[in-house]
Nanobody, 128 residues
Framework: QVQLIESGGGLVQAGGSLRLSCAATGLTFSSYVMGWFRQAPGKEREFAAAISGNGGSTNYADSVKGRFTVSRDNAKNTVFLQMNVLKPEDTAVYYC?????????????????????WGQGTQVTISS
């Protein structure tokens, strides 16, 4: 059974930083693109960042580019999202997700429907 468990969310002031982690079990981790999506209240889930199975390539939404960094440790089956210079508009539930197909078709990394498995989400709240 595949499980993705996020951690690291919390409440920080604008301009601060957080580091999210997502630990995966039950899958061949290095075969999967790992993505981070977020969903703010009243809004649709949106793509934030993704990293290829071998960690060699990354993708970012324009809204987070230059502030967020996605990385992974395949030895520990864990993906990270380092979030710096946080803004109130970054407030959302953050989800990690795993996609087998997106590692084969990179253009699909930003599409939520491509992802096979999802975590339960972790709340990130940025105060102004």
């Amino acid at each position: 059974q595949v499980q993705l468990i996020e951690s690291g969310g919390g409440l920080v002031q604008a301009g601060g930083s957080l580091r999210l982690s997502c630990a995966a079990t039950g899958l061949t981790f290095s075969s999967y693109v790992m993505g981070w999506f977020r969903q703010a209240p009243g809004k649709e889930r949106e793509f934030a960042a993704a990293i290829s199975g071998n960690g060699g390539s990354t993708n970012y939404a324009d809204s987070v580019k230059g502030r967020f960094t996605v990385s992974r440790d395949n030895a520990k089956n864990t993906v990270f999202l380092q979030m710096n210079v946080l803004k109130p508009e970054d407030t959302a539930v953050y989800y990690c997700a795993a996609s087998l197909l997106a590692d084969l078709v990179p253009r699909l990394r930003t599409t939520a429907g491509t992802y096979n498995y999802w975590g339960q989400g972790t709340q990130v709240t940025i105060s102004s």
